[in-house]
Nanobody
Framework: QVQLVESGGGLVQAGDSLRLSCAAS????????MAWFRQAPGKEREIVVA?????????LYVDSVKGRFSISRDNAKNTVYLQMNSLKPEDTAVYYC????????????WGQGTQVTVSS
């Protein structure tokens, strides 16, 4: 059974950095795409960034985080990270880790989410 467990959220000030972790278990993820989504209060959930586990290549999907956010994975720890720098109040959201099989369009596995709050 696939499990994704996020950690690392918290309350920070504008300009600070945070690194979120997503510990993945239950199978090997070589043929998976891992992603970070976020949902701000009153807004729809949006995909922020995704990484192909096997190759390590990744893409950002939100213009406002370009140059500030990045994703990486640690094969030995089966963990995906979201590095967030120069945080802004508009980055405040619940951040979710998700996984889908390479070639699929639907993310089948989700973590419980971790709250990130950025104060001005």
């Amino acid at each position: 059974q696939v499990q994704l467990v996020e950690s690392g959220g918290g309350l920070v000030q504008a300009g600070d950095s945070l690194r979120l972790s997503c510990a993945a278990s239950g199978r090997t993820f070589d043929n998976y795409v891992m992603a970070w989504f976020r949902q701000a209060p009153g807004k729809e959930r949006e995909i922020v960034v995704a990484i192909t586990w096997r190759s390590g290549s990744w893409s950002l999907y939100v213009d406002s985080v370009k140059g500030r956010f990045s994703i990486s994975r640690d094969n030995a720890k089966n963990t995906v990270y979201l590095q967030m720098n120069s945080l802004k109040p508009e980055d405040t959201a619940v951040y979710y880790c998700a996984a889908r099989k390479t070639g699929d369009t639907t993310y089948d596995y989700w973590g419980q989410g971790t709250q990130v709050t950025v104060s001005s």
